[in-house]
């Protein structure tokens, strides 16, 4: 048995997708969840910097006694995991090998689409990722980038979300995928949209979850798990903005964030 916390991290807000998770399917578990708002997004920095700043991150959390670590950000998990997996004494867990084994084994026709920030799906991370899990499946990648500030503004059943939504997805339609990975923490958001424009015979991967379930198996199998009946105390840490993480972070959560600080890095 393990009291302390986990750590998850993001370069911003989305990753609380990702901690919403956790929170789901580890409700004994406290959680120390880092956004580094003052620096995002990291999509359009180079990967030398992506791993500075993600660096800067783990030093951080782990100053705080975190024994497991979730990298809940596509862009950090495509250019510096390995970096931080090397740099990591407690065991580290990313967003994109879950979401890409989920993929493959929802497949039926071997055709799995990818949708995320622009920086992430030019990085080819998940498809990858796909690949070497399954060389002969076909993977149609869609960069999405208005997706996150129609999230960020709430605008989850929106009119222009859907118009936006039809347009960026129908290259996957016609490309047949049957399996669609939703490779950026705020699009889980979109759940609901997405599933009525693609329609009933395309599979959402939702990588917030399927991630969850990894860090849950990790937890486990190294007897890392809190106590059982363990009431979770949850933290929430920003490097700037204070104000809009809170009410951005009320959409993703689902109710309003206790204990938010303000830690500058770098």
């Not at 867990?93 to 799906?121: D, F, L, M, S």
């Not at 869609?142 to 290259?171: I, K, S």
């Amino acid at each position: 048995m393990n009291p302390a916390p986990l750590g998850v991290f993001d370069s911003g807000i989305g990753g609380l997708t990702v901690a919403r998770a956790v929170f789901e399917r580890l409700p004994h578990e406290s959680v120390i969840y880092f956004g580094d708002t003052a620096r995002v997004p990291y999509g359009p920095k180079s990967p030398d910097t992506v791993r500075r700043y993600s660096g800067e991150i783990l030093a951080y959390l782990l100053g705080r006694g975190v024994k497991a670590l979730v990298v809940a950000c596509n862009t950090i998990s495509a250019h510096a995991l390995d970096f931080l997996v090397e740099r990591s004494p407690v065991p580290l867990v990313g967003v994109i090998e879950p979401g890409a084994r989920a993929a493959v084994q929802a497949t039926r026709t071997g055709n799995i689409g990818v949708i995320g920030t622009a920086g992430t799906i030019a990085s080819g991370a998940y498809e990858r990722a796909i690949k070497r899990l399954r060389p002969d499946v076909r993977v149609c990648a869609q960069a999405c980038p208005l997706f996150v500030p129609f999230v960020e503004e709430g605008w989850f059943d929106h009119p222009a979300t859907e118009l936006v939504a039809r347009e960026y997805l129908a290259p996957l339609t016609r490309a047949g995928v049957d399996a669609l990975v939703l490779g950026c923490t705020h699009y889980p958001l979109l759940k609901p949209l997405l599933a009525r424009v693609l329609g009933p015979g395309v599979t959402l991967v939702d990588s917030a979850e399927e991630t969850a379930k990894v860090v849950a198996q990790e937890i486990a199998q190294r007897d890392l798990a809190a106590p059982a009946g363990s009431r979770p105390i949850h933290h929430f840490v920003v490097s700037d903005d204070e104000q809009h993480f809170r009410k951005v972070g009320a959409r993703f959560l689902g109710g309003r964030l206790q204990h938010v600080e303000v830690v500058p890095l770098g």
